[in-house]
């Protein structure tokens, strides 16, 4: 059973980019980190309490592994699927 992903992608001749297998579960990772990111904005909107420091460092966190994750992702299914 093969996983895939697919990233639609208008700048690309085949329309999108077709993520297979490792590329597409490090690409989950990336969606999930985006995911608690944007959770953690919602979060601090509703939080009544003075703590935007705790909230903002989380998102931080979320990004600094969001982004490798999805660049990596990405070239890797670019890389193997040319």
Same mark, same amino acid.
């Given at each position: 059973?093969?996983?895939? &992903?697919?990233?639609?992608?208008q700048?690309?001749?085949?329309?999108?980019?077709?993520?297979?297998d490792?590329?597409?579960?490090?690409?989950?990772?990336?969606?999930?980190?985006?995911?608690?990111?944007?959770?953690?904005?919602?979060?601090?909107?509703?939080?009544?309490?003075?703590?935007?420091?705790?909230?903002?460092?989380?998102?931080?966190?979320?990004?600094? &592994?969001?982004?490798?994750?999805?660049?990596?992702?990405?070239?890797w299914?670019?890389?193997?699927?040319?």
């Open positions: 059973m093969s996983q895939s &992903l697919i990233l639609p992608w700048q690309c001749k085949r329309r999108g980019v077709h993520l297979h490792v590329p597409a579960w490090i690409m989950y990772g990336a969606i999930i980190c985006a995911c608690t990111v944007l959770l953690s904005v919602v979060l601090d909107h509703y939080d009544r309490r003075n703590n935007e420091k705790h909230y903002r460092m989380f998102a931080s966190i979320g990004e600094f &592994l969001g982004w490798p994750f999805f660049a990596v992702s990405l070239l299914g670019i890389v193997n699927g040319a």
